[in-house]
């Protein structure tokens, strides 16, 4: 039966192992060839002897390319000189593809070219690690999650309405309809959370935004969890509470991918809570403070801005009580002072900027009805989201988490592109 790479050292040197990978270097000298092999769970190096193989083998391992891919036979020996501590002796060797001359060779690139190469560039140390830190991302968020009494809930893809503004919005058709691509799961779930108290949806959102820089991207994941009767503080507390743990299992699990991209492991690892929070008022003396003095009270933070004040802290920043003219149409209005609303943005530090958005959401359904007037949304789109608040309305809030930032942020990337797999941005939808 055929082994994965990892699994290599639980063999003894008298068993024949084998398994399946692909050549990513070839250096010989004399009767010897020396093969790195990567089969994604690991790389080990294999030894080809003249003496051990015979003529066809022999002649095969010496036409072998970068990247074909073959099944490998042999012995598995500790080797101290190796990275793995292993190496393995072969004894036959079965190709199964020749590999043309390959594009992504030992030297600097273009991003531009890489990404259009996107689809090999995948097989490289540096996108394999960040591929296992978003891998691993994903579990303890959704580990985290599933141990606090959330629920999955999936939200739908095609929706009627928006979430977040029309701006926004990717237009498509369904059917005789007009329907849009979801920009966020939360309106489904304040539904789900009144079914089941705490809930969560995670899946991909697109946002129809002519923005280019290192945080956008035009499809991404979000993390949307959803809970009744947890008022604004508590929220804060739970987002606090999730990222600390997801930082911590990530940096056990994936010290050496980090290690490889070459992440200064510190920062992360102060990274306990409580976080600090400022509110939007403190947030604008010290941008003034800081020079920023034409920033007015009613402006949204730009990304500078966020830059400027996460620089004084060496956790994530919660910026809490925004302006209500700048924030989405559900959020709760502080009792004497509904000017400003309850929700948060975190800051990551580094100059990561928003990695998570959240607030308490308006239960009162006249206070709601009047945002409709206001923000002139379609009453009749949202029908069944004002009637959540006919129906045993209660407090709830609830938090939305980029994952691609996060991701970037943990593994300390310099663009969001690195952290999905397949980028979908401004300028660019292939491969
Ligand atoms: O702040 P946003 O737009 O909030 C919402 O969509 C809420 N409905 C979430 C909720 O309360 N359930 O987006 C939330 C997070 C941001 O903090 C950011 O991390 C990420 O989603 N995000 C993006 N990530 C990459 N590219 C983009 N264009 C993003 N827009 C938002
Ligand atoms: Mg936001």
Redesign the pocket.
Known sequence: MLTNIVDLPKYTKEEEVSFGGWISKKRSSGKIIFLEVRDGTGNIQAVVCQQNVSAEVWQLVQGLTQESSCYIYGKVNPDARAQSGYELTVSNVKLLSLAHEYPIANKEHGIEFLLDHRHLWLRSARQRAILKVRAATIKYIKRYLDDNNFIQVDAPILTPAS??GTTELFHTSYFDDEAFLS??G?LY?EAAAMALSRVYCFGP?F?H?R?KTK????E?W?I?P?MAFVEHAQNLEIQESMLEFVIKEVLAECTAELKLLDRDLTKLNSIKKPFPRITYDEAITILHKKGFTDFTWGEDLGAKEERELAASFTKPLFVTHYPAKIK?FYMQPVKNRPEVVLCA?LLAPEGYG??????ERIHDLELLKQRFEEHNLPKETYKWYLELRAYGSVPHS?????L??LVAWICGLSH?REAIPFPRMLNRFYP
């Open positions: 979430c977040e920009q966020s939360q779930m959102t946002r935004e923005s945080r956008h991207l035009i991404f979000m949307e959803e989405s943005d928003e990695i998570i958005g959240g607030s609830g938090f939305g988490l980029g691609e930032r969001v």
